[in-house]
């Protein structure tokens, strides 16, 4: 029997994936336009400020049908004027495919939202462990002072649906009140 390397090599301290088929993406502050409410602090930034970067073991190329792809998203510490930095978020571009999130290192929140523009949040954790159902938009929000690093594991064909997120926003947001991270919505 030939015994065979594994797909990657997960560091599950850090969330590091290392591998030949691993892809890494940095979003940096002018890849998030129209992303945070005061538009007036976020054009006084250093748009190069990287907000996150994510790491994707394409083991299936994305689009295939019937595969997992599995990832980490390294979202800085930062706020844009009192907002904490965030993803864009996305619908899966097929609705109905769900994901798996879990948190690595750091803190903050899982803004989770409906069809309808319901908003929830969930805690983010090391340990916490989220499921993601299809028809739910998700954004992960970073409200501590270190990287929060967070796992992902989701269908190939998936896809990811901005469009709708940059039409129409989510309906809640994080924002730092008083020392302490508070919630918005409307
Ligand atoms: O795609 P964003 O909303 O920017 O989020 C960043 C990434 O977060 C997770 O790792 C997801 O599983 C990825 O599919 C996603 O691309
Ligand atoms: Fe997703």
Redesign the pocket.
């Known amino acids: 029997m030939n015994i065979q390397q594994p797909a990657a090599k997960v560091n599950w301290a850090t969330g590091n994936l290392e591998g030949k088929k691993v892809s890494k993406t940095v979003?940096k502050l002018k890849h998030l336009e129209g992303v945070f409410a005061d538009e007036e602090a976020y054009s006084s930034m250093d748009p190069e400020t990287v907000v996150y970067e994510?790491e994707v073991l394409e083991q299936e190329q994305p689009g295939k049908e019937g595969g997992l792809l599995f990832?980490t998203?390294y979202l800085y510490p930062g706020k844009v004027g009192d907002e904490y930095f965030m993803?864009?978020?996305?619908f899966h571009e097929k609705r109905d495919r769900a994901?798996y999130y879990w948190g690595i290192r750091g803190s903050g929140l899982l803004l989770l939202m409906d069809e309808q523009g319901v908003t929830t949040a969930e805690q983010v954790f090391p340990g916490s462990l989220h499921y993601v159902p299809g028809h739910i938009a998700h954004?992960l929000v970073n409200t501590g002072s270190e990287v929060l690093a967070v796992g992902?594991c989701?269908p190939s064909d998936a896809g990811?649906d901005y469009g709708s997120i940059a039409d129409r926003g989510f309906t809640a947001r994080v924002k730092e009140s008083g020392g302490k991270a508070a919630t918005e919505t409307g």
């Open positions: 979003r994510v990832g998203s993803t864009k978020g996305h994901e954004r992902a989701w990811h």
